[in-house]
């Protein structure tokens, strides 16, 4: 197994075709794991639970972390053999060296940005419902009436705004 000692880390050295082969099914692991996080995440925000939501945001970071250090270690290795991250030539070299493998990542990562996308609605989403469902407190906040000793009505408002208590 290739591995670098943390996410913070450049990535694995990848010398060789073995190597390369063997860091990409280290990064479709990885994806494997992200999409299983960005599911939760999915339910977490459905539910709402902003404790979980949090929590797997955190677990999620680390993954992308790794991911990234994979990603440049794979590009680095490219790099050696005089191609470039993207082009026909890479795409060519991959789907020779490792193409069942290299066409899996390739889904795996649609897949966690099709979903990283979604969750990303839902949370605009609940932004706009949790700002909206603010207005009205606020408004009925600034409303609020009651009566004095002398049975007349009046306003609790004290002129204060939320932003200055």
Known sequence: MISSSNATDPGPAIRSTADLA????????????????????????????????????????????????LGNARTRFLESKGLGANGAETQAYLNSAVRESWRRLLALASTA?????????????QL????????VLQEAASNLMCYGADGTTR???????LASA
């Open 128 to 135: 706009r419902y949790t700002s909206g469902a603010l207005a």
């Open 22 to 69: 063997t860091s990409i099914g280290e990064e479709i692991a990885e994806f494997e794991a992200l999409q299983k996080l960005l599911q939760e995440e999915q339910e977490a925000l459905k539910a709402p639970d902003v404790d979980r939501v949090y929590a797997l945001a955190m677990a999620k970071n680390d993954r992308l972390a790794r991911l990234g250090a």
């Open 113 to 125: 940005r099709d979903t990283n996308a979604l969750n990303g609605k839902l949370i605009a989403l």
């Open 155 to 161: 306003s609790l408002r004290t002129g204060r705004s």
